[in-house]
């Protein structure tokens, strides 16, 4: 048993996952063609019956949209590379974008193939996400998990020591205990986790098209602690 204070410093770490309750839908609207009108009218015609299928959610009594965004309809034309340097004529491209967050996660498949049926519209990018006051809930468990880890670790020093008292007197985020000493365990804050989906097809008429199944969202914390014993 040591006669005099020793000082311990160990890190804590921990992760849990985490079911998202709020997914982005990211659209894509493009069509191509000889003259600006045969660009433009259908990504009119196909942002319109996105607009419409959109507002047909925000009118549903179950409120399963969060909010939604379409972009104005954009023009733009180029030239077809040729091998030859020789002056194609141009072509024209006109493209829309838009998103919708749904708090009803099982509104999604289903939405997403009503709007792939909508001529051009092409579904980029599905993001799960947590909501603020969710991740942070989540988040501070997570902390919390993380300094009962260092205090674990603390106290297998002090029983290794034949020490009877520990006592905690600093906490910190990885690397501010020691500035310029960052351990490569982690980054100093949180990690999240990107989240992905899987939508296999179903032969059944009677279902959506696709299943969505979000993967859990991972949040990890580090924290540094320093103790004394005796």
């Not at 770490?13 to 003259?35: K, Q, W, Y």
């Not at 660009?39 to 019956?49: E, G």
């Not at 674990?152 to 002090?158: H, I, L, M, Q, S």
């Not at 982690?186 to 990690?191: F, Q």
Request: hydrophobic share 40%; with cysteine; proline share 7%.
């Amino acid at each position: 048993m040591p006669t005099n204070p020793v000082t311990i410093t160990v890190t804590g770490h921990a992760e849990r996952s985490f079911m998202p309750n709020r997914c982005v839908v990211r659209l894509n609207i493009a069509f191509d063609g000889a003259t600006r009108a045969e660009a433009a009218d259908p990504t009119a015609k196909s942002a319109a019956a996105l607009a419409e299928l959109i507002q047909e959610l925000e009118n549903d009594s179950q409120r399963p949209l969060r909010r939604s965004s379409i972009d104005q309809v954009q023009h733009s034309r180029y030239r077809p590379y040729h091998p030859n340097g020789k002056k194609l004529p141009w072509n024209y491209r006109s493209t829309t974008t838009g998103s919708v967050t749904f708090r009803d996660l099982d509104a999604v498949a289903a939405f997403v193939d009503r709007v792939s049926a909508i001529e051009g519209v092409d579904v980029g990018h599905l993001q799960w996400t947590l909501t603020r006051k969710a991740h942070g809930t989540a988040l501070t468990r997570v902390r919390d998990l993380a300094v009962r880890d260092a205090l674990a670790k603390a106290k297998g020093y002090t029983r290794s020591l034949g020490s009877k008292r520990i006592e905690a007197v600093a906490l910190a985020d990885p690397g501010m205990l020691n500035p310029g000493q960052r351990p490569d365990f982690g980054p100093p804050a949180v990690r999240m986790m990107a989240a992905s989906a899987a939508a296999p097809d179903s032969a059944d008429t009677g279902r959506p098209a696709i299943e969505l199944t979000p993967e859990p969202i991972g949040i990890s914390a580090d924290v540094e602690a320093r103790f004394e014993t005796s």
